[in-house]
C-alpha cells in the first residue's frame, strides 16, 4: 500500500523559513511528478509547487523567488523549502505524488493527509 507522510509544518513569523518534506513508502514501482499543494481555510485546494521525475519545476507566482522545491528520487521524498513566509501563506500543505504501484499497470495522484503551516504577523 502506498502512503505519502508530510513532515516539517508549524507557526513561524512573517519572514521565517520551514522546510516540508514528504516520504513516499510501500510498493512502489516509479513516482513520476510530485508536488506540494495548500488549502486555506474556506478556499480550494491550489498548487504551490510541482516537480518532474527530471527535476523540472514550477511553481505558483505567488511563492516564485520565495519557495524551493526539491526530490530525493533514492529516498522517495520531495521537500518544500518555503522562506520569506507571510501570513497569507498560512494553509493545510498537502503532498502528492503521481505513483505506479509494483505490481500495477498504471499511475494515479496520491495524496498526504496534510502539515499545517500558520505564519504570524
Known amino acids: 500500500q502506498v502512503q505519502l507522510v508530510e513532515s516539517g509544518g508549524g507557526l513561524v513569523q512573517a519572514g521565517g523559513s520551514l522546510r516540508l518534506s514528504c516520504a513516499a513508502s510501500?510498493?512502489?514501482?516509479?513516482?513520476?511528478?510530485m508536488g506540494w499543494y495548500r488549502q486555506a481555510p474556506g478556499k480550494q485546494r491550489d498548487l504551490v509547487a510541482r516537480?518532474?521525475?527530471?527535476?523540472?519545476?514550477n511553481y505558483a507566482d505567488s511563492v516564485k523567488g520565495r519557495f524551493t522545491i526539491s526530490r530525493d528520487n533514492g529516498k522517495k521524498m520531495v521537500y518544500l523549502q518555503m522562506d520569506n513566509l507571510k501570513p497569507e501563506d498560512t494553509a493545510v500543505y498537502y503532498c502528492?505524488?503521481?505513483?505506479?504501484?509494483?505490481?500495477?499497470?498504471?499511475?494515479?495522484?496520491?495524496w498526504g493527509q496534510g502539515t499545517q503551516v500558520t505564519v504570524s504577523s
Open positions: 510501500g510498493t512502489i514501482f516509479s513516482i513520476n511528478d
Open positions: 516537480i518532474t521525475s527530471g527535476a523540472d519545476t
Open positions: 502528492s505524488a503521481n505513483i505506479r504501484p509494483l505490481y500495477i499497470r498504471i499511475s494515479r495522484d496520491y
